[in-house]
């Protein structure tokens, strides 16, 4: 039997039968042996734990319910975030059509991201909290999560980068961690989307060779951006030799602010010893 928002149920817990209307069982029953899983604090907190685990069927016994691997996953988008669009991006509804909605929902893929993997679970905050992981300042962080593990790379030939790690490196990610420009900088999903995420090789992908100038050009970024600078590489490490011609460019202009330096103190020194001595200037 599924318990319904408006139906009385008792079960037993440690030997003690509770008998609670349903939303108050999920709140206070389900604390009792999850006490991590409190909503108090989080922007569900006015939620029973039975609006997102709508299918679990309570049972007599110890657990009062299914194993976790017989309970189904929350349905996010379907049951609560039909219609709304995300500050910026695609509405949740998007997820489906995505890479990652038709790796996990199509095929089954346990590695791909979710809504809870992005969001959090039981502890989601507003996107306009510091401490969400969808804040802006924590996008990077969050995406990293999937694409800096290696297994998840390799298993998906996602590509053979380390792209947060050469996004903290790069004008935009030093401009973000750095510099504190959290509504100026440019993050993940100003570049990729949001919810409706396609493959990079997909013709109406964001970053879809096609559309870089367009996804670069947008007017709070890089209006005007022309196709050939756009089109350049972005994710890389201009400290790798792998880098090629920008390795190079970043190693003579090393050198000369070195020898530029140097050529200064050489010069700075004799100046300052013959006016010490008070010896006339040449």
């Known amino acids: 039997m599924i318990i319904g928002p408006a139906l009385a149920v008792g079960f037993a817990l440690g030997g003690q039968t509770l008998t609670v209307p349903a939303p108050a069982a999920a709140k206070d029953g389900c604390a009792t042996c999850?006490?991590?899983?409190?909503?108090?604090?989080?922007?569900?907190?006015g939620l029973s734990c039975l609006d997102c685990h709508a299918g679990a069927k309570l049972q007599a016994g110890d657990p009062p319910h299914p194993a976790k691997k017989d309970l189904p996953p929350p349905d996010c988008a379907s049951k609560c975030?039909?219609?709304?669009?995300?500050?910026?991006?695609?509405?949740?509804?998007?997820?489906?059509?995505?890479v990652h909605g038709r790796g996990y929902l199509d095929r089954g893929e346990p590695e791909v991201a979710r809504c809870w993997d992005c969001h959090g679970k039981h502890t989601i905050k507003a996107g306009s909290d510091p401490?969400?992981?969808?804040?802006?300042?924590?996008?990077?962080?969050?995406?990293?999560r999937c694409h800096e593990d290696m297994t998840v790379v390799v298993k998906y030939n996602i590509h053979a980068e380390s792209p947060y790690r050469e996004y903290r490196k790069s004008v935009h990610g030093r401009a973000l961690f750095d510099k504190g420009l959290v509504s100026f900088a440019a993050v993940c999903t100003d570049c990729q989307g949001v919810h409706d995420i396609p493959p990079a090789a997909d013709p109406k992908s964001t970053v879809h060779p096609a559309n870089l100038a367009q996804?670069?050009?947008?007017?709070?970024?890089?209006?005007?951006?022309?196709a050939r600078i756009a089109?350049?590489?972005?994710?890389?490490?201009?400290?790798?030799?792998?880098s090629g011609a920008p390795y190079y460019v970043q190693k003579v202009l090393f050198w000369l602010v070195i020898i530029s330096a140097v050529s200064t103190v050489l010069w700075f020194i004799p100046a300052l010893l013959r006016r010490l001595k008070g010896c006339p200037r040449r």
């Open 231 to 242: 089109s350049a590489k972005i994710h890389r490490d201009v400290f790798d030799k792998s």
């Open 81 to 98: 975030h039909r219609g709304e669009a995300a500050s910026a991006g695609a509405p949740p509804l998007a997820y489906a059509d995505s």
């Open 215 to 226: 996804t670069c050009g947008q007017t709070n970024c890089h209006p005007g951006m022309p």
């Open 34 to 45: 999850h006490p991590d899983a409190r909503l108090e604090g989080s922007i569900h907190a």
């Open 131 to 144: 401490a969400s992981m969808v804040n802006r300042v924590n996008i990077p962080t969050t995406c990293s």
